[in-house]
């Protein structure tokens, strides 16, 4: 097998596809139709790859990752979704850096590496009313592994980097592919049975608690206050000047360089 090719021998509901618009498309169609928890799709190339808050996601071909995994379970369990896709992702990018550099996670679930964000995660179709009632939720990973610095596009809202740029060789996609589904089988089971497992690995990389930050959310004005802890919840509570702690949940949460 080539190490650029896509491919995991044995894995049971893998579809590999050459180009597609979203693989979270993909995959909620897929998990519309029955597909089973752990079910995953991945593609050499996205024509529409999405990112969080309506951003777009760079997708070009025969470089990176993109992958979507179908997780089911109560809505109250996938609440965590995002988070389980940021510890599974960084685990399996420090894995592959060896020691080179640290991994860490950017609050929500940004994987940064020396300050470049190296992968970003999109999890949808989460939360509603009734939290006991079974559900579904797509979480949807990229990864830059051997795209060279000089063919990021150059409005990107954070500085980006790529793994084979930083460690100065190329990364082979099916062994990283194969570590990072291992990665998520692992917290995927595991969370279920021991959520406080999956928070305490988040708290342990994120480079976001005890920083002044900017927190900015969709049509509010920003605010700034400083990260003090990752709740139950998964929500980080930032402590505004006054002296509140204030939830967050989603939107920007950007250290401020101090
Ligand atoms: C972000 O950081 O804004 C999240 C980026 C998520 C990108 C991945 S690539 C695979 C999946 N399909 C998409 O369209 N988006 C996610």
């Known amino acids: ?27 909620r169609r897929w998990a519309a139709e029955g597909a089973p ?31 979507s995994q179908i997780v089911r379970g109560t809505k109250e369990s996938l609440r965590l979704v995002p988070l389980l896709g940021a510890v599974a992702t960084r685990e399996t ?3 592959t850096l060896a020691g080179a550099a640290a991994a860490v996670i950017k609050w929500p679930n940004d994987v940064l590496v020396s300050d470049l964000k190296v992968a970003g995660i999109l999890a949808e179709g989460l939360g509603g009313a009734d939290p006991d009632s079974s559900a579904e939720a797509v979480l949807g990973i990229g990864v830059n592994l051997n795209m060279r ?4 596009p150059a409005d990107l809202r954070r500085p980006a980097g790529s793994l084979a740029a930083l460690l100065g ?13 291992d990665h998520l089988d692992h917290w995927r089971t595991h969370s279920r049975r021991a959520p406080e497992d999956l ?11 005890s ?6 959310l969709p049509g509010v004005p920003s605010w700034i206050g400083t990260a003090r802890e990752i709740d139950s919840l998964g929500r980080l509570l930032v402590e505004t000047d006054g ?15 101090e």
């Not at 610095?149 to 990021?152: C, H, L, T």
């Not at 060789?169 to 589904?181: D, E, G, M, T, Y």
């Not at 928070?199 to 608690?209: E, H, I, P, S």
């Open 1 to 27: 097998m080539r190490p650029d090719e896509l491919a995991v021998p044995g894995r049971p509901n893998l579809r590999i596809l050459t180009s597609t618009a979203s693989t979270n498309e993909d995959a």
């Open 37 to 67: 928890d752990g079910a995953t799709v991945v593609a050499d190339q996205q024509t529409s790859g999405r990112g969080r808050l309506e951003r777009s996601w760079y997708s070009p071909p025969g470089v990176n990752l993109y992958l």
């Open 93 to 95: 990018v420090a894995e």
């Open 149 to 152: 610095e000089q063919d990021f």
């Open 169 to 181: 060789r190329p990364v082979a996609r099916n062994v990283f592919l194969k570590s990072l589904l």
């Open 199 to 209: 928070l305490d690995a988040l708290r342990k990389y994120c480079a976001t608690l």
């Open 211 to 216: 920083k002044r930050v900017r927190v900015s």
């Open 243 to 257: 002296g509140k702690l204030s939830p967050v949940e989603a939107g920007d949460v950007d250290p401020l360089d």
